[in-house]
Structures are given as C-alpha cells and as structure tokens.
C-alpha cells in the first residue's frame, strides 16, 4: 500500500484519498497500485455502495509523477500499475464520485471522465498538456472526451492543451456542480450518501445500462497505452520533462 493514498470507510462509502501535498498530489506507481486494490476490493465489499475519489486542499492531482516518466524517457522500465488502475476504474462496477480542487492537471483530468458525478470549485482548472509534453491522451479520454465533451471542446481539452476553468468544464459537460471550496467534501459525500441510499441492484442495472460494455474502452485505454509508452521515449517527450526538471534552476 502507498502512505500517499488514505482509505477510508464512511458506512456503505469507500474514501480514496490522494494524499501527497508537497507534490500536488503527482501520482507514483504505487499510489495506482493502492487505487486499484480499493477500486477492486470496495467492488467486491456487498458493503460498499459507492466510492469517493479526492485529493487535498488545493490539489487535486498534478498528474503523472514525472520522474517516472523521466525514468522511462532515460531507458528505465515502466511499471504497468497505471494500466491496471485504468482498467479497474473503467470497470468499476459501483459508482464514482469525485471531488476537485484546484489543480487537476493529465490524468488529474482524466480520472473524472470516469466518474458518475464530479464537483469542483471555482479554482479548480482541468488541463491535459499531454501534447504539449510530446504525448498523446490516456485513460480512454480519447473515446470518452469527444462523447462528454463533444468533438470540439474534447480537441481543445486534448489536442491543444487548453485549461478549463470549473464553470467551464461544467458547461462542456465534466463537472456535474460547482461548489464553494470549503463545501466541497459536504458536496461530495452527500451526493455519495444519496447513491448509498437507493436500492443498489436496480442502480446497478440503471449505470451498466448508461455505460453500456467496457470492452472497447478497456480497448482504447489499451491503444492509447501502446502509443503512450512509445511517446515516453520520444525525443519530443524527453525535451518536455528536461524542460520541468530544469524549470526552477532555469527561473
Ligand atoms: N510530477 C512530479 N512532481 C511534480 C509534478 C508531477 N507531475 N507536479 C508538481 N510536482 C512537484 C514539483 O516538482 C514541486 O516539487 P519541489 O517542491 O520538490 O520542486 C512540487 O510538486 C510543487 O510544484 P510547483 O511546480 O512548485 O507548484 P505550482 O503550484 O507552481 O505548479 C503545477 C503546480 C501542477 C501547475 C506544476 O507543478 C506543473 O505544471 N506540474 C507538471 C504537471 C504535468 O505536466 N503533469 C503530467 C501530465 S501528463
């Protein structure tokens, strides 16, 4: 288990916490390995109903570690605990609530294309510079973005890299409230206590129904994967984590 993920139980809720604020909640190898166990294990707990996904005050995530990704672009072995936390979150059999502040950057971003109700506050900024770093989208964004978001706003998500201001990712369809920060979590687990509250297999039936098969998606995310790992090796992508690496001895 990584000590940068907290879980906790509030009755029928799972809590899953990124928890790793000197780095804005960057997300390590090990912290996908523990999302995935809970994603999973709350998945198979009949007790639990529904799972709830936050980060900290002010950080939501700021994606990817990239020294991680560095390790990789340098000819270091990537962990594959990414791939399965994707996995497990696109197959998620209960439903998912997310609560974001502030900084929600790649897969910050990503992750709550995959939630059933999303809150945010008014400085959170959604953003996917993944272009930007010399590679391509994750997650199944590339599937789900343009069906969320439609094909215009998703390229502006995906393909330029634009931030999305709250209000705006609300508009475009992401984010289901805006809350005041210090109303999100009453937010968050009030929604996640309304959906613990209803007769769970007739609400099973209900989001299989909305989401429809995850075979193309788990697919997709597999796609994006392979071009992915490519990409990290890419001179492109190099020059991008040199460039953050370097960015406060170059200020
Ligand atoms: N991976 C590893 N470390 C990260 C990180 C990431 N994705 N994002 C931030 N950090 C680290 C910083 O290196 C810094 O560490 P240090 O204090 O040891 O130098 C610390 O977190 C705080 O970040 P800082 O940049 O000082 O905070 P900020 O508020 O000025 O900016 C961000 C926050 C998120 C906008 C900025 O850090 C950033 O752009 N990060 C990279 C985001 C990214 O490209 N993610 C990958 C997407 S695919």
Redesign the pocket.
């Known amino acids: 288990m990584s000590e940068h993920i907290i879980l906790e139980r509030r009755d029928a809720i799972q809590v899953i916490r990124m928890n790793r604020p000197?780095?804005?909640n960057?997300i390590t190898r090990a912290m996908y390995a523990s999302m995935a166990a809970a994603l999973r294990e709350g998945d198979a707990d009949a007790s639990v109903r529904v799972h709830v996904v936050l980060g900290v005050p002010g950080a939501f995530s700021?994606?990817?570690?990239?020294?991680d990704f560095m390790a990789i672009a340098t000819g270091g072995e990537g962990g594959m605990e990414v791939y399965d936390f994707l996995i497990a979150l696109a197959e998620a059999e209960k439903p998912i609530v997310s609560g974001v502040d502030g900084?929600a950057?790649?897969i910050g971003t990503t992750i709550n294309l995959h939630c059933d109700l999303t809150f945010a506050t008014p400085r959170t900024e959604f953003r996917t510079?993944?272009v930007d770093?010399g590679?391509v989208p994750e997650a199944g964004s590339s599937l789900l973005a343009p069906a969320v978001l439609g094909r215009q706003q998703a390229f502006a998500l995906l393909g330029l890299g634009e931030g999305f201001s709250a209000e705006r990712a609300k508009a475009a369809g992401l984010v289901y409230d805006v809350v005041a920060e210090d109303t999100l979590e009453t937010a968050v687990f009030a929604a996640a206590a309304a959906i613990a509250a209803k007769p769970p297999e007739a609400l099973k039936i209900a989001r299989d129904l909305m989401l429809g098969s995850r075979e193309t998606l788990v697919a997709r995310i597999k796609e994006e994967g392979a071009h992915f790992r490519a990409r990290l090796k890419s001179e492109e992508a190099r020059n991008a984590f040199i460039a953050?690496m370097g960015r406060?001895k170059a200020g």
């Open positions: 000197d780095k804005k960057a700021s994606g990817n570690d990239l020294a900084i950057v790649g510079p993944f770093l590679l953050f406060k």
